[in-house]
């Protein structure tokens, strides 16, 4: 079974931290994605990764950006955490090409907190 | 932009009887939907793929339909068990842009 792991199940950090937040996939898969998820608002896609150093934005990129230096590893970085950033973060992959999001397996996700 | 309504936020219904859930797009047709499972503290599960030329898809006691002209998806649950009960999300793709729904809380009263 493909397994998704994000490094840290609660966060709780400063206004004006940076915080990193890492996910790393262990099926080889091409593609993989940030999400936030907020009560009312459901899943939305921060950034999405199809390849090696390469990088989308999603629907709400503002505040946020990632790296993805191999392949089985994507980071998302706050660079400068604000209390609106306290969400659940979500991290996924999926095997199909060309950033399509077909049969995504996410992690457990990272409850941050920004006091 | 696209945007993706589940109906009900919240849908109760006796052990047994079968869960309809009810996703709508409202602009223009996905590629495919996808349905997902999130149980509390989670992250979602996927459980079905339906794409826009197909009509209808099973898998085991899921079925999930699709109806362009109603710009609709339904998942069923037949004989549905307390064990069912769980948030269900349904996304869609389609122009390189993805959108998920904000979920119906299922829950399966014994």
């Known amino acids: 079974d493909v397994k998704v792991t994000q490094s840290s199940r609660y966060l709780v950090k400063r206004t004006g931290e940076k915080v990193f937040l890492e996910c790393v996939q262990d099926m080889d898969h091409e593609n993989m994605f940030w999400y936030r998820q907020d009560p009312g608002l459901g899943l939305r896609l921060i950034y999405f990764s199809y390849d090696v150093k390469m990088k989308e934005k999603g629907d709400i990129p503002e505040g946020y950006s990632v790296s993805r230096e191999k392949k089985e590893r994507f980071s998302l970085i706050l660079e400068s955490a604000s209390t609106n950033q306290t969400s659940m973060y979500l991290c996924a992959s999926s095997l199909s090409g060309g950033g399509r999001n077909e049969k995504l397996f996410f992690g457990s996700g990272t409850q941050l907190s920004v006091l | 932009s696209q945007k993706i309504e589940q109906n009900s936020e919240a849908l109760n219904i006796q052990e047994g009887k079968t869960a309809t859930l009810t996703c709508n797009y409202t602009n223009y047709s996905p590629a495919y939907l996808q349905w997902y499972r999130q149980d509390p503290g989670r992250g979602p599960v996927f459980l079905l793929l339906?794409?826009?030329?197909?009509k209808e898809k099973r898998k085991e006691r899921l079925k999930v339909t699709f109806d362009t002209t109603l710009k609709q998806s339904l998942f069923h649950i037949t004989a549905s068990q307390p064990a069912d009960s769980a948030t269900y999300l349904c996304e869609s793709y389609g122009g390189n842009q993805f959108y998920f729904g904000t979920g119906t809380s299922l829950t399966v009263i014994p």
């Open positions: 339906i794409r826009e030329n197909e």
